[in-house]
């Protein structure tokens, strides 16, 4: 079965730092991968997502990702965190065929002090 | 509306009784999908309506969790006898079929005392 692995469960960072976060997946097939972004107290809002094409990915909030096919991987990166980006964030992957549905990491809890 | 509404917000209930979950998802969106997201844990897929049917329900726990879509707009997902361990947030998320967007809802804190 697919799974997504989140390896860090706790981040804190100081304002400016910078910041990756390490997914990886369990599929060999085709898949689409995404992150998504929960703040306190609001819903989940996708970050960015990699279908096919550059591998380095672009998203908002100057967070970007790079698939590694080799690797399996989808780490998240952000070259300066903000107070703001404070959040939870989750990995995730669709297998083709597999309906659209999200299987998602266990999230990695990022907290920023100023 | 605007975005995926999903009531109540919190719902507090015995162990054993039998809730209902209920989720608006966004106007000509007809993909569908329930998550269940406890505490420390990401959403963890449980079923997936495409229009009124549910195409995969592969991810409920149990015979106790029911969901269904009647008209093919709001889902209604339904817990029997609830446990202590169903306590978690129950998210919806609703798609245009042919698009790769996902939109969430706030979800339902759900807690079975």
């Known amino acids: 079965a697919q799974s997504v692995s989140q390896h860090n469960h706790h981040v804190i960072l100081s304002e400016a730092a910078s910041l990756e976060l390490g997914c990886n997946y369990s599929?060999?097939?085709?898949?689409?991968l995404f992150w998504y972004v929960q703040y306190p107290g609001q819903h989940l809002q996708l970050l960015l997502k990699y279908f096919s094409g550059d591998p380095l990915v672009k998203g908002i909030k100057g967070f970007e990702a790079e698939f590694i096919k080799s690797k399996f991987s989808f780490n998240l990166r952000k070259p300066s965190v903000q107070w703001s980006d404070t959040a939870e964030y989750f990995c995730?992957?669709?297998?083709?065929?597999?309906?659209?549905?999200?299987?998602f990491g266990a999230g990695t809890r990022l907290a920023v002090h100023p | 509306g605007a975005g995926v509404s999903q009531t109540p917000s919190n719902k507090v209930t015995e162990k054993g009784k039998y809730v209902e979950l209920r989720c608006d998802p966004i106007?000509?969106?007809?993909?569908l999908y329930w998550y269940r997201q406890s505490l420390g844990q990401g959403p963890e897929f449980l079923i997936y309506f495409q229009g009124t049917g549910a195409a995969d329900d592969s991810g409920l726990p149990n015979d106790r969790f029911f969901a269904v879509r009647p008209e093919g707009s709001v889902s209604t997902l339904k817990i029997q006898r609830t446990e202590r361990g169903d306590s978690a947030v129950y998210l919806c998320?609703?798609?245009?079929?042919?698009?790769?967007?996902?939109?969430f809802g706030s979800g339902t804190r759900l807690t079975v005392v």
């Open positions: 106007s000509g969106h007809t993909a």
């Open positions: 998320a609703s798609r245009r079929t042919g698009e790769d967007g996902y939109t």
């Open positions: 995730a992957v669709i297998n083709s065929g597999g309906y659209n549905k999200l299987i």
């Open positions: 599929y060999g097939g085709t898949v689409n």
